[in-house]
């Protein structure tokens, strides 16, 4: 059973910078897609951002466009999001999540089998 573990979430204030880290155990992931969603007290998970197996794919929801940056490491075996101009909006925890093989949807958090435990996010203004 794949294991995933965030880390780098934090404080920051509005317009500041944070990169996410996602880092597996019990098996790589070196070709899976793997994605961002976050989710926000009292609301339901949302997608953010998705990359495929090698990195040469990207997919990001219209709300983080040119914000955003979701990256790997195959040879590291981490997933980054750097995220920058942040906003208080972006304010929640953040998830790390691998898609089932045979997957269709880069958004869908039904096609993710795989989650981290999540990171907290928070943006003041």
Request: aromatic share 12%; charged share 20%; hydrophobic share 30%.
């Amino acid at each position: 059973q794949v294991q995933l573990v965030e880390s780098g979430g934090g404080l920051v204030q509005a317009g500041g910078s944070l990169r996410l880290s996602c880092a597996p155990s019990g098996r790589t992931f070196s070709t899976d897609v793997m994605g961002w969603f976050r989710q926000a007290p009292g609301k339901e998970r949302e997608f953010v951002a998705a990359i495929s197996g090698i990195g040469t794919s990207t997919y990001y929801a219209d709300s983080v466009k040119g914000r955003f940056t979701i990256s790997r490491d195959n040879a590291k075996n981490t997933v980054y999001l750097q995220m920058n101009s942040l906003k208080p909006e972006d304010t929640a925890v953040y998830y790390c999540a691998r898609r089932l093989t045979g997957g269709i949807s880069w958004s869908d958090k039904r096609e993710y089998n795989y989650w981290g435990q999540g990171t907290q996010v928070t943006v003041s203004s």
